[in-house]
């Protein structure tokens, strides 16, 4: 049965809320979690199965009632991971600026879809006055570019781009009766590159992993090598994907090696900077770690990563072209939602997405822009790599610590060391749930070849180096006391 409008509201005011009520109990709920997120544990850890018990997720459907559902948001909160707890160093991300948290309510609340500039007259104004101080900060000149839903699909839209650059045809006609086409990696890129090259059709095969030098970096000469082998089989080597940070190690590729290489090669040159691509937003470290960065043909960075804008925010950049995404993205008839009836067409900025919906990102890019500035984000970059260099130190000076491979920038690879005897990757995943599921600290990891390492990144404005150094000493008491129990 339909309610009627008066009924409807004595249902609201039965249940004692109105809409007020639901916004300051939020609210409160919301200002208490965040004060509280860097107290305690990071994350009260419970199994699957236990925390399946805890939540009651079949109980209370459909019943309208704003206490029970209220129920649910405080459990959330309860069980969620801090992300902004200094013990929180699981991840390339943590607690997210408050000026992007700030965008991301508005966002919501206002409820729209970035696609056409009819929908979303002042986000679409944002969104390219943001993707124009970017090009302007990297240095590319007469290019273009978009938001998209983070580094994963910007660097497919840059191999697709790559694509549609050797042969627009292949977007109608496919692959079929096209020249093998090649695409080329670091042998530690991201798996996404993977992903873009089995989604495009190029077919992973054909995504050939280059082999690292001695500092992790893609090694240019069998690169030249790979690519000189694949034109003389009658390949057509297409892209090249550098990596400014990679996910374990935090090695950046040469790009002026690459740049020179493609003096004699025609592929087209992308950096997926999602990591360490933050470096850009200092002089000093943009000098350092992506020299020559304005040369290259795409770029792509997360803003919600060091920068800390909340989840997820990107941009993919485009070099010296314009059109080039509306050329690859664009495709079917989308009258229905895009006309350029008052000449607006630019400002549609759907047509150069992969998406039809999207989701209003720009805002909190712009508000934490506007609030820190780029001076505010260059000492903020700047100062977790000092202390990425003085955890080094600490592991480095720890007599049951010892690093896996040199620091190359963020990223610190490390492990406890064991007795000869006991298998040290074992020992080590053992330590890093331990420290988990007790709630000391989380910890990322990863294997640098067949080596497991513990993975410390940090992406908190709040640490320290009394906090590092807090942390430090007791994954050194746990692992003492998990290896005093074998």
Same mark, same amino acid.
Request: glycine letters at 8%; proline letters at 3%; charged letters at 25%.
């Given at each position: 049965?339909?309610?009627?409008?008066?009924?409807?509201?004595?249902?609201?005011?039965?249940?004692?809320?109105?809409? =007020?009520?639901?916004?300051?109990?939020?609210?409160?709920?919301?200002?208490?979690?965040?004060?509280?997120?860097?107290?305690?544990?990071?994350?009260? &850890?419970?199994?699957?199965?236990?925390?399946?018990?805890?939540?009651?997720?079949?109980?209370?459907?459909?019943?309208? +009632?704003?206490?029970?559902?209220? #129920?649910?948001?405080?459990?959330?909160?309860?069980?969620?991971?801090?992300?902004?707890?200094?013990?929180?160093?699981?991840?390339?991300?943590?607690?997210? +600026?408050?000026?992007?948290?700030?965008?991301? *309510?508005?966002?919501?609340?206002?409820?729209?879809?970035?696609?056409?500039?009819?929908?979303?007259?002042?986000?679409?104004?944002?969104?390219?006055?943001?993707?124009?101080?970017?090009?302007?900060?990297?240095?590319?000149?007469?290019?273009?570019?978009?938001? #998209?839903?983070?580094?994963?699909?910007?660097?497919?839209?840059?191999?697709?781009?790559?694509?549609?650059?050797?042969? !627009?045809?292949?977007?109608?006609?496919?692959?079929?009766?096209?020249?093998?086409?090649?695409?080329?990696?670091?042998?530690?890129?991201? &798996?996404?590159?993977?992903?873009?090259?089995?989604?495009?059709?190029?077919?992973?095969?054909?995504?050939?992993?280059?082999?690292?030098?001695?500092?992790?970096?893609?090694?240019?000469?069998?690169?030249?090598?790979?690519?000189?082998?694949?034109?003389?089989?009658?390949?057509?080597?297409?892209?090249?994907?550098?990596?400014?940070?990679?996910?374990?190690?935090?090695?950046?590729?040469?790009?002026?090696?690459?740049?020179?290489?493609?003096?004699?090669?025609?592929?087209?040159?992308?950096?997926?900077?999602?990591?360490?691509?933050?470096?850009?937003?200092?002089? &000093?470290?943009?000098?350092?770690?992506?020299?020559? *960065?304005?040369?290259?043909?795409?770029?792509?960075?997360?803003?919600?990563?060091?920068?800390? #804008?909340?989840?997820?925010? +990107?941009?993919? !950049?485009?070099?010296?072209?314009?059109?080039?995404?509306?050329?690859?993205?664009?495709? %079917?008839? #989308?009258?229905?939602?895009?006309?350029?009836?008052?000449?607006? /067409?630019?400002?549609? !900025?759907?047509? =150069?997405?992969?998406?039809?919906?999207?989701?209003?990102?720009?805002?909190?890019?712009?508000?934490?822009?506007?609030?820190?500035?780029?001076?505010?984000?260059?000492?903020?970059?700047?100062?977790?790599?000092?202390?990425? %260099?003085?955890?080094?130190?600490?592991? /480095?000076?720890?007599?049951?610590?010892?690093?896996?491979?040199?620091?190359?920038?963020?990223?610190?690879?490390?492990? &406890?060391?064991?007795?000869?005897?006991?298998?040290?990757?074992?020992?080590?995943?053992?330590?890093?749930?331990?420290?988990?599921?007790?709630?000391?600290?989380?910890?990322?990891?990863?294997?640098?070849?067949?080596?497991?390492?513990?993975?410390?990144?940090?992406?908190?404005?709040?640490?320290?180096?009394?906090?590092?150094?807090?942390?430090?000493?007791?994954?050194?008491?746990?692992?003492?006391?998990?290896?005093?129990?074998?």
């Amino acid at each position: 049965m339909l309610l009627s409008h008066g009924e409807i509201e004595s249902f609201v005011d039965q249940t004692g809320f109105n809409e =007020t009520r639901v916004f300051n109990r939020l609210n409160r709920l919301i200002q208490t979690y965040w004060e509280e997120q860097r107290s305690g544990t990071p994350v009260d &850890y419970k199994t699957p199965f236990e925390l399946l018990d805890e939540l009651e997720l079949d109980s209370g459907l459909g019943e309208q +009632n704003w206490n029970e559902l209220f #129920t649910w948001v405080e459990k959330y909160l309860k069980f969620a991971v801090k992300t902004g707890h200094p013990r929180f160093v699981n991840r390339m991300w943590s607690a997210a +600026n408050l000026p992007s948290i700030v965008g991301e *309510i508005v966002s919501a609340i206002s409820n729209t879809s970035a696609c056409t500039y009819e929908s979303a007259p002042v986000s679409t104004l944002i969104e390219k006055f943001m993707i124009n101080e970017m090009l302007d900060l990297v240095g590319f000149s007469g290019g273009e570019g978009q938001m #998209t839903t983070g580094s994963s699909n910007a660097n497919m839209i840059a191999m697709m781009a790559a694509r549609d650059k050797v042969n !627009l045809e292949i977007k109608q006609k496919g692959l079929s009766q096209h020249p093998q086409l090649y695409a080329f990696v670091g042998a530690e890129s991201h &798996y996404s590159m993977d992903k873009a090259a089995a989604i495009l059709g190029i077919g992973t095969d054909h995504l050939l992993k280059v082999p690292l030098n001695e500092n992790g970096e893609m090694d240019t000469a069998r690169l030249q090598g790979e690519i000189e082998q694949t034109e003389r089989n009658g390949g057509i080597p297409f892209f090249v994907g550098a990596t400014a940070g990679t996910t374990v190690r935090g090695a950046y590729d040469s790009l002026p090696a690459l740049i020179e290489l493609q003096k004699n090669h025609p592929f087209w040159l992308h950096v997926d900077g999602a990591w360490g691509g933050s470096a850009v937003l200092s002089p &000093y470290l943009k000098k350092r770690f992506l020299r020559a *960065i304005e040369k290259v043909d795409s770029f792509t960075f997360d803003f919600h990563k060091m920068p800390g #804008t909340n989840l997820i925010c +990107n941009i993919l !950049l485009i070099n010296k072209q314009s059109g080039v995404l509306r050329q690859s993205c664009a495709v %079917g008839d #989308t009258s229905y939602i895009f006309r350029d009836e008052s000449k607006e /067409e630019e400002f549609n !900025l759907g047509t =150069t997405s992969l998406q039809c919906g999207r989701k209003v990102d720009s805002l909190k890019w712009f508000l934490d822009w506007k609030f820190y500035g780029r001076d505010g984000f260059a000492l903020r970059i700047e100062r977790y790599l000092q202390l990425a %260099g003085f955890s080094e130190r600490i592991v /480095e000076e720890t007599p049951e610590l010892e690093m896996v491979v040199p620091r190359e920038s963020f990223n610190v690879c490390f492990r &406890y060391k064991v007795p000869l005897g006991i298998p040290e990757n074992e020992f080590n995943l053992q330590l890093r749930t331990r420290l988990h599921r007790e709630g000391i600290g989380l910890i990322g990891f990863g294997y640098i070849g067949s080596d497991l390492c513990l993975r410390l990144l940090i992406t908190d404005p709040g640490a320290t180096e009394e906090s590092i150094r807090s942390l430090f000493r007791d994954i050194v008491n746990t692992g003492n006391s998990l290896l005093e129990a074998l």
